[in-house]
């Protein structure tokens, strides 16, 4: 079982910064890929940022690409969202999620190959 806490969320004004973690216990999160998602009130869980458990595999969606960087610890068993340059519309819940997808290079976006999720935080950009 691997449990996830997210921790690093809050207010901030746009153009603001914040750095999410996701810790895990109980196992490493070495096998795993680990990705960040978010929900905005009324609005569908989407795809934030991936990473996959080799250098040179991360990932992000078209709106948060240049601003956003993802990295991991191994060492502190932690994954890390580096959220620059905040924006309104980056306002949300914030969920990381582990998995080890079969083709993760094809399916790093979809929340179903994720088999554990944190309770989420939230991050609020206001203008």
């Known amino acids: 079982q691997v449990q996830l806490v997210e921790s690093g969320g809050g207010l901030v004004q746009t153009g603001g910064s914040l750095r999410l973690s996701c810790a895990t216990s109980?196992?490493?999160?070495?096998?795993?890929?680990v990705a960040w998602f978010r929900q905005a009130p009324g609005k569908e869980r989407e795809f934030v940022a991936a990473?996959?458990?080799?250098?040179?595999?991360?990932k992000y969606a078209d709106s948060v690409k240049g601003r956003f960087t993802i990295s991991r610890d191994s060492v502190a068993n932690t994954v890390y969202l580096q959220m620059n340059s905040l924006k309104p519309e980056d306002t949300a819940v914030y969920y990381c999620?582990?998995?080890?997808?079969?083709?993760?290079?094809?399916?790093?976006?979809?929340?179903?190959?994720?088999?554990?999720w944190g309770q989420g935080t939230q991050v609020t950009a206001s203008s």
């Open positions: 109980g196992r490493t999160f070495s096998p795993y890929a």
């Open positions: 990473i996959g458990w080799s250098a040179g595999t991360a």
């Open positions: 999620a582990a998995g080890r997808p079969t083709y993760y290079s094809a399916s790093y976006y979809l929340p179903s190959v994720y088999d554990y």
